[in-house]
């Protein structure tokens, strides 16, 4: 066991071995435990995740692994921020262990198992980022199993990837509850993301308009508009504000993601957005 217990800090766990003799101590004394799943960089987002499943457990492990599978070759991994430091600070006082595997201890040498869903998967986000659910549900899968906690919390920022988790804990039979967490957003209303540290001031004010229109589609489908129409005009403002590539802006059934037929929601809505300003692609959603 080579947990860093000697300062207030909070201690890290490097490999599954020590999550797992922290997580079985725990148990022994009775607490439920909570897992939430990051890849670090952390914000009120993320912090908002461990404040909210701390009133549902005991005892809160936030894991922070940038996980490779789940970025296509031409994607950010390598630049994506890495601020373990600043990220252990911020989580004193809230959570109770951080697991902070490597590379080669999350996937070592012959690893060959891959999680892949069909379905919820594969519009939006899917048409995108084909490769991107099955590194999520993999590494997700595979954190759940480490830690073994009662509860796992996602943010509502990731809409498509709340829903692929509660799919695939549903059909293996995975013994967690899912929570979600609602979107924190900066004063302006732009969701918070690891990401927004590589916008310029430019690019940063007119990806704070991209909360406005979505707000403004799905109030004008909730007061009768057909999805097409609106979704046409709100495509033709993100662009206008100086976005580089609409990948989908979508009214969907909450739940399944799939499409409304008649063009008009006829069960719980959301509208989704993906866009690239820069080298930045945002993604955002909200109830219709
Ligand atoms: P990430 O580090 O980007 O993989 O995010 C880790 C978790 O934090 C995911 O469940 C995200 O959905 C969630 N998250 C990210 N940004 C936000 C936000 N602005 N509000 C709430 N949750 C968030």
Redesign the pocket.
Known sequence: MSLDTTSHKVPVARNTADLRAAVAAWRAEGSTVALV????ALHE??L??VDLVRTKADRVVVSIFVNPTQFAPHEDFSAYPRTEAADAAKLEGKADLIFAPDAADMYPEGFSTTISLTGVTEPLEGQFRPTHFAGVATVVAKLILRAMPDIAI?????WQ?LMVIRRMVADLDIPVEILG?P??READGL????RNVYLTPAERKAAGKLNVILKETAASVSSGRIISDATRDGAEKILALGFDKLDYLEIRDAASLAAFPDDRPTSPARILVAAKIGRTRLIDNMPV
Not at 154 to 158: H, R, S, T
Not at 191 to 194: E, I, T
């Open positions: 799943p990051t890849m670090g987002g993320h908002s995740l996602f943010g509502e920022k990731d990837q967490g979107i924190m969701a918070m993301s690891s």
